[in-house]
């Protein structure tokens, strides 16, 4: 028999007991010092005699070869186990089998078990991986361990061992007066059962209480044990006094109680108007149901101090509380605190306080969060790792440059644009779009970025007018003020290098213009997901007459290693085609519309044309029945011109057109100078 300490202490000394293999049940001067510290007295009903562990596992087909049952001591006075009976209970309640120790029921002879004491009783010793147990159940009439050890005594029923784990199983420890399969409730000293098969849930039962209120939810499926955590607590409520752990025999109980868990933290509104209180959110779960409370501790950025509140429960495990209103642009800090009834906690952020979760109060012009205290283009923003909300025009259509972010602009003033990163396939909006939005603000590849919050999105008006910033040279572009904006630069414009002619430079990524020796790099096409770009091949000595785009990072190459900002064209308006060199003088005196090559064409056609004079042009696409489905240029000639454009057999939404006859058709704003049309045939 061996008595195995706890670490949790259940009585204010914890001992040690054993019955040697050689028979001695006790040493005469451990007996004595047993009896002085502690009145001897049997086992009586309503003694804290608790079962602190039993083996638990329901899906063992055939049983484990080794299952066990400990018995702890929580009072403060010895108790003898003489005569007491261990019940292994079948389905009905009655006994499966019954375990008599030695002696006789409610004498206090030869069994002491002291306060603090946890005796561990071995279901079938034989190959037990556990030394020195000594103290076996009944396991038929070959005793394989030493025969000098005392086993129990089967006293009743067909079982020839204890299974503990059967369809609806339990142990009783009782007192054993009464003979017989029925054990009486007031004979039980204490008890716990699996009420159905698999153990979906567990009971305790006592002599007072013979059905639990309120059972611990079973585990299915699962080698455990059931844990009285801690050992000396016994409520006669199972939710409220075990656990289901790995098995620890002859071994302290893990009582690691699952703790609570804080999730779904959220404020509403996303964008809150100064003076207005926010509704702080959470769900927050116990595995033992036993939330006792969440507190929110706030303060604006830089107070000393935190102010607190409690969160109170709504439905279910959502708990809420309204923060008190701020003043515009107060960045607040928060975290939240949820303690259940066992004093653990769960904390929000894990790392609270030394990290707090933010929100921040009014809209933010786009121009101050772009803003930094450097000057060159990858300078962070002085909101990095904070949550703003911003408002802007989306300035390019749909998936243009991504699926994962698009572009917003507040003006043509300094600093006015700025990047929305999104989900793949998340929200995406459409030129002209005027959107409030919120996120958290953050840095990359030299581009500071609004990482939106899915949830934090609002459309204000559709078909807004889109306006570039007009620059004064293209060296403007890798400004850090331009930084996520729609910019122009117009004048004469050399192209300095094709595509990929730049030494270390990614295939197809951009090439290099220059005016008066200040050079940028323009972003080539090929990697836009929506299939719609601008179709010029740049040469070198080009001169263009304009280049419009978003301004965005650039990748270092070899022949440049610092990171810079380059201009991004949206589609063919964007990078106007060099002037034919022909002389103003030797071109036609009246619009021309000139044959598109190839025709028939697959997928792509040029369309040439010449401007007489100084006149607004719009080239567009219709479809045999009439319908405009692509405009492919609207812009202002200045003098006379040879120009083309080139269609790809898409339409204004980027979709590809099926095979049919389509018709060029060209207008000027020249008084007296008729729209041109010619015929063009798409072969899929």
Same mark, same amino acid.
């Given at each position: 028999?061996?008595?195995?300490?706890?670490?949790?202490?259940?009585?204010?000394?914890?001992?040690?007991?054993?019955?040697?293999?050689?028979?001695?049940?006790?040493?005469?001067?451990?007996?004595?010092?047993?009896?002085?510290?502690?009145?001897?007295?049997?086992?009586?009903?309503?003694?804290?005699?608790?079962?602190?562990?039993?083996?638990?596992?329901?899906?063992?087909?055939?049983?484990?070869?080794?299952?066990?049952?400990?018995?702890?001591?929580?009072?403060?006075?010895? *108790?003898?186990?003489?005569?007491?009976?261990?019940?292994?209970?079948?389905?009905?309640?009655?006994?499966?089998?019954?375990?008599?120790?030695?002696?006789? @029921?409610?004498?206090?002879?030869?069994?002491?078990?002291?306060?603090?004491?946890?005796?561990?009783?071995?279901?079938?010793?034989?190959?037990?991986?556990?030394?020195?147990?000594?103290?076996?159940?009944?396991?038929?009439?070959?005793?394989?361990?030493?025969?000098?050890?005392?086993?129990?005594?089967?006293?009743?029923?067909?079982?020839?061992?204890?299974?503990?784990?059967?369809?609806?199983?339990?142990?009783?420890?009782? *007192?054993?007066?009464?003979?017989?399969?029925?054990?009486?409730?007031?004979?039980?000293?204490?008890?716990?059962?699996?009420?159905?098969?698999?153990?979906?849930?567990?009971?305790?039962?006592?002599?007072? *209480?013979?059905?639990?209120?309120?059972?611990?939810?079973?585990? !299915?499926?699962?080698?455990?044990?059931?844990?009285?955590?801690?050992?000396?607590? !016994?409520?006669?409520?199972?939710?409220?006094?075990?656990?289901?752990?790995?098995?620890?025999?002859?071994?302290?109980?893990?009582?690691?109680?699952?703790?609570?868990?804080?999730?779904? *933290?959220?404020?509403?509104?996303?964008?809150?108007?100064?003076?207005?209180?926010?509704?702080?959110?959470?769900?927050?779960? !116990?595995?033992?149901?036993?939330?006792?409370?969440?507190?929110?501790?706030?303060?604006?950025?830089?107070?000393?101090?935190?102010?607190?509140?409690?969160?109170?429960?709504?439905?279910?495990?959502?708990?809420?509380?309204?923060?008190?209103?701020?003043?515009?642009?107060?960045?607040?800090?928060?975290?939240?605190?949820?303690?259940?009834?066992?004093?653990?906690?769960?904390?929000?952020?894990?790392?609270?306080?030394?990290?707090?979760?933010?929100?921040?109060?009014?809209?933010?012009?786009?121009?101050?969060?772009?803003?930094?205290?450097?000057?060159?283009?990858?300078?962070?923003?002085?909101?990095?790792?904070?949550?703003?909300?911003?408002?802007?025009?989306?300035?390019?259509?749909?998936?243009?440059?991504?699926?994962?972010?698009?572009?917003?602009?507040?003006?043509?003033?300094?600093?006015?644009?700025?990047?929305?990163?999104?989900?793949?396939?998340?929200?995406?909006?459409?030129?002209?779009?005027?959107?409030?939005?919120?996120?958290?603000?953050?840095?990359?590849?030299?581009?500071?970025?609004?990482?939106?919050?899915?949830?934090?999105?609002?459309?204000?008006?559709?078909?807004?007018?889109?306006?570039?910033?007009?620059?004064?040279?293209?060296?403007?572009?890798?400004?850090?003020?331009?930084?996520?904006?729609?910019?122009?630069?117009?004048?004469?414009?050399?192209?300095?290098?094709?595509?990929?002619?730049?030494?270390?430079?990614?295939?197809?990524?951009?090439?290099?213009?220059?005016?008066?020796?200040?050079?940028?790099?323009?972003?080539?096409?090929?990697?836009?997901?929506?299939?719609?770009?601008?179709?010029?091949?740049?040469?070198?000595?080009?001169?263009?007459?304009?280049?419009?785009?978003?301004?965005?990072?650039?990748? @270092?190459?070899?022949?440049?290693?610092?990171?810079?900002?380059?201009?991004?064209?949206?589609?063919?308006?964007?990078?106007?085609? @060099?002037?034919?060199? !022909?002389?103003?003088?030797?071109?036609?005196?009246?619009?021309?519309?000139?044959?598109?090559?190839?025709?028939?064409?697959?997928?792509?056609?040029?369309?040439?044309?010449?401007?007489?004079?100084?006149?607004?042009?719009?080239?567009?696409?219709?479809?045999?029945?009439?319908?405009?489905?692509?405009?492919?240029?609207?812009?202002?000639?200045?003098?006379?011109?040879?120009?083309?454009?080139?269609?790809?057999?898409?339409?204004?939404?980027?979709?590809?057109?099926?095979?049919?006859?389509?018709?060029?058709?060209?207008?000027?704003?020249?008084?007296?100078?008729?729209?041109?049309?010619?015929?063009?045939?798409?072969?899929?």
């Amino acid at each position: 028999m061996v008595f195995a300490t706890c670490a949790t202490a259940l009585g204010s000394v914890t001992r040690r007991f054993d019955v040697t293999p050689r028979g001695i049940p006790v040493a005469a001067v451990a007996l004595v010092a047993l009896l002085v510290a502690f009145p001897a007295i049997a086992l009586q009903v309503s003694d804290r005699v608790t079962l602190c562990e039993v083996q638990y596992d329901p899906p063992e087909t055939p049983e484990t070869s080794f299952e066990f049952i400990e018995i702890a001591n929580a009072g403060t006075t010895t *108790v003898f186990l003489d005569g007491a009976v261990i019940t292994d209970e079948g389905n009905d309640g009655s006994a499966e089998a019954a375990f008599q120790f030695p002696g006789i @029921p409610l004498t206090g002879t030869t069994l002491p078990l002291a306060p603090g004491d946890i005796l561990l009783l071995v279901a079938d010793a034989v190959g037990c991986p556990y030394a020195g147990v000594d103290f076996e159940f009944y396991a038929g009439t070959n005793d394989s361990d030493d025969p000098a050890v005392p086993n129990l005594v089967k006293t009743s029923g067909l079982a020839a061992d204890l299974y503990l784990a059967n369809s609806g199983d339990g142990i009783t420890l009782s *007192v054993g007066v009464t003979s017989g399969n029925i054990i009486p409730c007031n004979e039980i000293v204490d008890g716990v059962s699996w009420e159905t098969g698999g153990a979906p849930d567990v009971t305790a039962t006592s002599s007072t *209480v013979c059905a639990d209120s309120a059972p611990h939810p079973g585990i !299915d499926n699962t080698v455990m044990s059931l844990q009285r955590c801690p050992e000396s607590v !016994d409520t006669d409520v199972s939710s409220a006094d075990f656990i289901a752990a790995p098995r620890t025999p002859g071994a302290p109980n893990v009582c690691t109680f699952p703790g609570p868990v804080i999730e779904s *933290v959220d404020t509403s509104p996303c964008v809150t108007a100064p003076g207005q209180p926010v509704l702080l959110s959470c769900v927050a779960t !116990d595995a033992d149901g036993d939330i006792a409370s969440v507190r929110v501790f706030f303060r604006p950025a830089g107070s000393a101090a935190f102010d607190s509140l409690t969160l109170a429960p709504v439905v279910s495990d959502l708990y809420q509380v309204m923060l008190p209103g701020q003043t515009d642009q107060t960045l607040v800090e928060y975290f939240l605190r949820v303690r259940d009834a066992m004093g653990q906690t769960a904390i929000f952020p894990a790392n609270a306080p030394a990290t707090r979760a933010l929100y921040r109060v009014g809209v933010t012009p786009i121009s101050t969060v772009q803003s930094s205290i450097a000057a060159d283009s990858c300078a962070s923003s002085t909101f990095a790792g904070t949550p703003v909300s911003v408002v802007g025009i989306v300035t390019h259509h749909t998936n243009e440059f991504s699926v994962s972010y698009f572009y917003l602009q507040n003006g043509i003033g300094a600093f006015a644009g700025i990047r929305i990163v999104v989900s793949d396939g998340g929200f995406m909006p459409e030129i002209g779009d005027s959107l409030l939005v919120s996120g958290i603000v953050e840095e990359s590849l030299c581009q500071t970025q609004i990482v939106l919050d899915a949830d934090c999105v609002q459309l204000l008006a559709i078909d807004r007018r889109v306006r570039a910033r007009v620059l004064g040279s293209t060296g403007a572009i890798a400004q850090e003020e331009n930084e996520g904006m729609l910019v122009q630069v117009a004048g004469s414009i050399e192209v300095l290098t094709a595509f990929d002619s730049i030494p270390g430079m990614p295939a197809g990524r951009e090439f290099q213009v220059g005016d008066g020796g200040n050079p940028a790099w323009v972003g080539d096409d090929t990697f836009t997901p929506d299939g719609i770009g601008y179709g010029y091949t740049p040469v070198p000595r080009d001169p263009l007459q304009s280049l419009t785009g978003i301004v965005a990072a650039r990748w @270092p190459s070899a022949l440049d290693p610092v990171t810079r900002l380059r201009l991004e064209p949206r589609r063919d308006p964007d990078v106007v085609v @060099p002037v034919a060199s !022909d002389a103003p003088s030797a071109l036609p005196r009246h619009l021309v519309l000139e044959p598109n090559l190839p025709n028939p064409f697959n997928p792509s056609t040029a369309i040439g044309f010449v401007v007489p004079g100084a006149c607004r042009v719009m080239l567009a696409v219709h479809d045999a029945r009439g319908r405009r489905v692509r405009t492919l240029l609207a812009r202002d000639y200045a003098a006379p011109a040879r120009d083309r454009v080139v269609w790809d057999g898409r339409d204004d939404a980027g979709h590809a057109l099926p095979s049919g006859v389509y018709w060029a058709r060209l207008h000027s704003s020249l008084a007296g100078t008729p729209a041109l049309a010619r015929k063009m045939l798409l072969a899929r």
